[in-house]
């Protein structure tokens, strides 16, 4: 089903494709005709957004951690348009504000200098500092949430094991811990996995475009698997997020 959006400068545009996020699609329209992005209004604080912004990042850190399994693993599709439809639903002036961050965004990232693609990352954090702290305490709620039950449950097997007072303690809090950051690692690979899928399959639907979906899907799931071309920037981001003991709020406070 087609949405409209309404354009920085005012400019409503129609029959938007359900598939293509609100953000994703201004973004497309600003990126070639940049004379409609209108004066740059900064977004207001609105609670809605800042809880909209956590709750879209906790979505977004299960679907990562379930992409390291494939980034069509089951769930994942779900995820991923639960994700998309609480885009539709922030305030026209902060969806106007990831629209303009997300065309420069990526005209960092085709610029190729790093430099430029780390001062556009600092600059989402200081447009919307309280957004991108709640988007950080959100990706952190399944990795904390997770390590809690299952040090809670490393109680019990304790008590099962025979340990008891410091010993058991320690026994769970080591589950807790090594919970942490085996999920971190998970999630750090499946961001990658997802990242590479959806690029890739993007890049060959526009290159060939006379391939099937199912085709498309096939060369793009062998892009992401472990052992395939791109398995170094998958471990890469495996050992990172390992190291950082999991995304969020820990790496942005």
Same mark, same amino acid.
């Given at each position: 089903?087609?949405?409209?959006?309404?354009?920085?400068?005012?400019?409503?545009?129609?029959?938007?494709?359900?598939?293509?996020?609100?953000?994703?699609?201004?973004?497309?329209?600003?990126?070639?005709?940049?004379?409609?992005?209108?004066?740059?209004?900064?977004?207001?604080?609105?609670?809605?957004?800042?809880?909209?912004?956590?709750?879209?990042?906790?979505?977004?850190?299960?679907?990562? +951690?379930?992409?390291?399994?494939?980034?069509?693993?089951?769930? +994942?599709? +779900?995820?991923?348009?639960?994700?998309?439809?609480?885009?539709?639903?922030?305030?026209?002036?902060?969806?106007?504000?990831?629209?303009?961050?997300?065309?420069?965004?990526?005209?960092?990232?085709?610029?190729?200098?790093?430099?430029?693609?780390?001062?556009?990352?600092?600059?989402?954090?200081?447009?919307?500092?309280?957004?991108?702290?709640?988007?950080?305490?959100?990706?952190?709620?399944?990795?904390?949430?997770?390590?809690?039950?299952?040090?809670?449950?490393?109680?019990?097997?304790?008590?099962?094991?025979?340990?008891?007072?410091?010993?058991?303690?320690?026994?769970?809090?080591?589950?807790?811990?090594?919970?942490?950051?085996?999920?971190? #690692?998970?999630?750090?690979?499946?961001?990658?996995?997802?990242?590479?899928?959806?690029?890739?399959?993007?890049?060959?639907?526009?290159?060939?475009?006379?391939?099937?979906?199912?085709?498309?899907?096939?060369?793009?799931?062998?892009?992401?698997?472990?052992?395939?071309?791109?398995?170094?920037?998958?471990?890469?981001?495996?050992?990172?997020?390992?190291?950082?003991? #999991?995304?969020?709020?820990?790496?942005?406070?």
């Amino acid at each position: 089903m087609a949405y409209s959006i309404r354009l920085p400068d005012g400019t409503l545009v129609q029959n938007i494709p359900d598939e293509l996020s609100p953000e994703a699609a201004k973004a497309k329209i600003l990126s070639s005709r940049p004379d409609l992005a209108g004066p740059e209004k900064e977004a207001p604080f609105s609670l809605k957004d800042t809880g909209l912004a956590a709750l879209q990042s906790a979505v977004g850190a299960t679907k990562s +951690t379930l992409q390291a399994f494939g980034a069509e693993a089951p769930g +994942t599709e +779900t995820l991923g348009e639960f994700q998309q439809s609480l885009s539709k639903l922030y305030s026209p002036e902060r969806q106007a504000e990831m629209a303009r961050r997300d065309a420069l965004e990526k005209a960092a990232a085709k610029s190729g200098s790093t430099l430029a693609e780390l001062k556009t990352a600092a600059g989402a954090v200081t447009e919307a500092p309280i957004q991108a702290t709640a988007s950080a305490v959100g990706s952190s709620v399944p990795t904390v949430a997770l390590s809690i039950g299952a040090a809670t449950l490393a109680t019990g097997a304790a008590a099962a094991l025979g340990l008891i007072g410091a010993p058991a303690l320690a026994f769970a809090a080591a589950v807790g811990i090594g919970t942490k950051y085996a999920l971190g #690692a998970l999630q750090g690979a499946g961001s990658v996995k997802g990242s590479i899928y959806d690029a890739v399959k993007e890049d060959v639907a526009k290159q060939y475009p006379s391939l099937s979906k199912q085709e498309i899907s096939k060369i793009a799931l062998e892009a992401q698997n472990f052992t395939g071309s791109n398995w170094d920037n998958i471990m890469a981001g495996t050992g990172i997020s390992f190291s950082a003991g #999991a995304p969020g709020a820990e790496k942005e406070l």
